[in-house]
Nanobody, 127 residues
């Protein structure tokens, strides 16, 4: 069955960096757009970044543009999120997700477009 396992979260000081990984199994990873979302305390789950199944299209939330980088390694069935210049407001549980449809022609940035989710990894940024 589909499985997404995030790792790499932790506690970091403001201005620091973390690299999140999401290992995928149970589906043809290279055919699916992958997204990162986050959910802070008392907040709704929000879009962070997405990379298309081909890797050719990448989009970021305005709040992380220029600080975060999403990438994928199809040989390793893994998607990454490099997070630099972290801020306290980046504190959240971070989730990776797989698109609902294979090789979709459009890139979806809303959570309703994804139907497979990892368990999340916690990121805490101290001031």
């Amino acid at each position: 069955q589909v499985q997404l396992v995030e790792s790499g979260g932790g506690l970091v000081q403001a201005g620091g960096s973390l690299r999140l990984s999401c290992a995928a199994s149970g589906f043809t990873f290279s055919s699916y757009t992958m997204g990162w979302f986050r959910q802070g305390p008392g907040k709704e789950r929000e879009f962070v970044a997405v990379i298309s199944w081909s890797g050719g299209r990448i989009y970021y939330a305005d709040s992380v543009q220029g600080r975060f980088t999403i990438s994928r390694d199809n040989a390793k069935n893994t998607v990454y999120l490099q997070m630099n210049s972290l801020k306290p407001e980046d504190t959240a549980d971070y989730y990776c997700a797989a698109d609902r449809f294979a090789k979709r022609s459009v890139v979806i940035t809303v959570k309703e477009g994804y139907d497979s989710w990892g368990q999340g990894t916690q990121v805490t940024v101290s001031s």
